[in-house]
């Protein structure tokens, strides 16, 4: 078993920065990839951002490229994701999510990862 918390989101001003933070605890973080995922009220869940198990590989969604940094501390169980030049369509929940297979590539597909977090709540305002 996998537990997956968020934390770091809230209301901001477009232009503006967050950092969100996922901990994870329950089995050795540092063996798998890490993704985040977002989901906008009546919309279906969208990847944002994943990283490998040593950081040697990140993926982004073409939306966030340049914006959005994932970045992971295997020493302290957290994947990060820092958030600038905010946007209101960056508005959704942010989950958190972690693929089992060891030493995997980080993927863009959402049926890949086998934990999730129960997500924390993004706010851009124009």
């Known amino acids: 078993q996998v537990q997956l918390v968020e934390s770091g989101g809230g209301l901001v001003q477009t232009g503006g920065s967050l950092r969100l933070s996922c901990a994870a605890s329950?089995?050795?973080?540092?063996?798998?990839?890490m993704g985040w995922f977002r989901q906008a009220p009546g919309l279906e869940r969208e990847f944002v951002a994943a990283?490998?198990?040593?950081?040697?590989?990140?993926k982004y969604a073409d939306s966030v490229k340049g914006r959005f940094t994932i970045e992971r501390d295997n020493a302290k169980n957290t994947v990060y994701l820092q958030m600038n030049s905010l946007k209101p369509e960056d508005t959704a929940i942010y989950y958190c999510?972690?693929?089992?297979?060891?030493?995997?590539?980080?993927?863009?597909?959402?049926?890949?990862?086998?934990?999730w977090g129960q997500g924390t709540q993004v706010t851009v305002s124009s």
């Open positions: 990283i490998s198990w040593r950081s040697w590989n990140t």
């Open positions: 329950g089995r050795t973080f540092s063996l798998y990839a």
């Open positions: 999510a972690a693929d089992m297979s060891p030493g995997s590539n980080p993927s863009l597909r959402a049926l890949q990862y086998d934990y």
